[in-house]
């Protein structure tokens, strides 16, 4: 985890999802795992009553205080602040209710997200996502790990990663079924031919390309791609620089984002923004600072003009 804590702040673990996704059964293990033990007191905030209910031996056992919360307007930082101050924990853990939009939480000044799961129950993710997506994503999109159960007897679950892909390209993603994790899809499965000398991305599979780049950029490195994007440029830019990329909707139609790798050409100086191209470049892997580590770095080998493309991207 890369998150930092100081000394004076309480962290909090953020479970989220859906009624019935499984986060109650996700914190019952977690708790009773000697990893994740404490000395210091825990104060467990459930603000949805499932099927399931924790065990109370469990929370005297890992000497956690467990408070309901049924209304919204209790996630306050003054009623949080009170919480803390009444009971001292040393960390607090959040069984979020998925029917609260999570952007809207606000929490205690001295209180942090140390760390966000997101749980989602496979058999009803078609329902939630076409209905609640804006839900959903402000779940997601702050979450370093998405478990994704009961997946028995679901197809394409490849497209249903890079629907979760494209609302947070930085978390990691986890497909279970009865019988446990279930593998990674394989080169052969994508639209584009891997074995080709120049990897041809269609416009409707550029975002079925973006995002298994993101997801296993060892797929791609050393290996020549060829598509097109608008370009966007920055001062912040080192010389040479400039992002082809495409326009997506990763929620709703007022939530769009640019979605492209840093590219370095000499044609870049030439370039404007919002300009079309074609781009034919090497992936290289290598550490960008707006990347916040290591990712898909473009060389060039050519850049021409292009006609735009009218459709935004896809994840299908």
Known sequence: MDTVLEDNMTPVFMINGFLEAGKTEFLTF???QDYFRTDGKTLLLVCEEGENEFDQALLKDTNTTMIYIENMEDMNPQRLAEYGRMYRPERVLVEWNGMWNQDELALPADWT???QITIVNMSTFEIYIKNMKSLFKAMVKGS????????????????????LKSMNTRCDIIFEDENGEIDEINEEDLPYDMKADVIEIRPEDYGIWYIDCMDKPDRYKGRV?????????????PKNYFVPGRMAMTCCA???TFLGYVCKAKEA???????WVKVRARVEIEYWQDYNGEGPVLYAEEVKPAEAIADIVTFN
């Open 254 to 256: 007022q939530d769009m």
């Open 30 to 32: 977690t708790m009773d």
């Open 269 to 275: 100086r030439n370039l404007e923004t919002r300009q």
């Open 225 to 237: 791609v060829e598509f097109t994007g608008m370009v966007l440029k920055s001062n912040r830019f």
């Open 113 to 115: 997200i140390y760390q």
């Open 144 to 163: 370093e790990l998405i478990i994704c159960n009961r997946c028995d007897g679901i197809e394409d679950l490849e497209r249903y990663k890079r629907m």
